[in-house]
């Protein structure tokens, strides 16, 4: 086994660790390049670290060094993984993340394993304490890089035909979708940027009304088009009388689709916009023959309840997050502007993002 380390003007390895991460069960859109990529507007890095075994990469992880003022954090956002290997290089991968947050001179570094008992092969069931944890403090200090919590799985490997699969619903949500089917509305997949920001323009505006933080355009759009266009994401529109009615995000990893964000336009008499796209999405992932959907955790408390309806059960992580402070006094430093200016962390991020531009 070797690993290699794999920055982010490596285009040719790149391609090749995105690949395996599309079709891995157990990986997850977080650790797409293109995905990473993103955090660049911030000023942040990335890079991959990842365990070949002759040319066939057999697990890794992808890590987003994120930086504030003169502090600097190694955030894991999904992993480390391993693919049919034994867990002693998951232990191996674990040190790598120490090792890598003290090469790039970090005061901290975490992780975020997708560790469950639940019966499901897009999860790892990791029971024993690893001895690259001995030394690591559970949870995460660093909130400002999303990490996976869990899924909201569907699995829709296994129907015959598209009948099968919305009779694997429950009443009330066939009776949604099979409304929503009659409404006049046309799903289109968008491919070029400017189809693209009308649908996130939505998302957007809904974000803004039910009172939720959602990436701008300037730093989150050129992703979503770079990853549309190498067939990484779908960017699904409902369409009625050539207006936008509706619009989700979707990402191809861990040979599954994963809800990102989506909005839609209110109105009455309601198109069911929501159910028509989350219904189309599944039907996506089951004719590309992908094992399953994963709707996304959390939300309001209607949100939650829509999700749970398209999904057939909630898989949370257990015993997944860690994380080591190898400076103790910046770390200790860093909590403590971070707690005492974080009222005015939307000025400060604004006149950070003008001197980057």
């Not at 490596?10 to 993103?38: G, P, Y």
């Not at 649908?199 to 809904?206: H, P, Q």
């Not at 979503?224 to 979707?250: C, D, H, P, T, W």
């Not at 189309?280 to 829509?306: P, R």
Request: aromatic residues 14%.
């Amino acid at each position: 086994m070797e690993i290699k380390i794999i920055s982010s003007s490596e285009k040719e390895w790149l391609n090749k660790w995105d690949d395996f991460v599309v079709k891995e069960n157990v990986s997850s859109h977080l650790m797409l390049s293109d995905w990473n990529k993103s955090f660049e507007t911030y000023g942040f890095d990335f890079e991959v670290v990842a365990l070949f075994d002759g040319n066939s990469i057999m697990g890794g992880f992808t890590a987003v060094i994120a930086k504030a003022l003169f502090f600097k954090f190694y955030v894991v956002p999904f992993g480390p993984i391993i693919v049919n290997v034994p867990f002693s290089n998951l232990d191996e991968l674990i040190n790598k993340v120490n090792e890598r947050a003290k090469k790039w001179n970090c005061c901290y570094c975490h992780i975020s394993l997708p560790f469950s008992k639940a019966i499901n092969k897009h999860v790892i069931n990791g029971t024993e304490r690893l001895d690259s944890l001995k030394s690591a403090l559970i949870g995460h200090k660093f909130k400002f890089v999303y990490s996976a919590y869990g899924l909201n799985w569907k699995s829709v490997a296994h129907f015959q035909s598209e009948e099968e699969l919305l009779d694997s619903y429950s009443t009330v949500v066939r009776r949604n979708i099979r409304s929503s089917l009659r409404k006049d509305l046309i799903l289109k997949c968008a491919e070029n940027k400017e189809d693209i920001k009308k649908g996130y323009d939505l998302c957007l505006e809904n974000a803004r009304q039910n009172g939720y933080d959602l990436r701008d355009w300037n730093s989150f759009g050129n992703t979503i088009v770079e990853m549309v266009q190498k067939n990484r994401a779908k960017f699904l529109l409902a369409l009625n009388n050539e207006s936008i009615k509706g619009a989700i995000l979707l990402v191809k990893a861990g040979n599954h689709y994963t809800y990102i964000l989506g909005g839609s336009v209110k109105e009455k008499p309601d198109l069911l916009a929501g159910h028509f796209l989350q219904y189309s999405g599944t039907k996506m992932a089951w004719s590309e023959k992908l094992d399953g959907y994963n709707i996304s955790l959390g939300g309001s408390t209607s949100v939650v309840k829509f999700k749970n309806n398209y999904a057939d059960e909630q898989i949370y992580y257990e015993n997944s997050k860690y994380y080591w402070v190898l400076k103790p006094f910046y770390f200790k430093l860093y909590l403590f502007l971070e707690k005492n200016l974080k009222k005015h962390k939307r000025t400060i991020s604004k006149i950070l993002s003008m001197f980057r531009k």
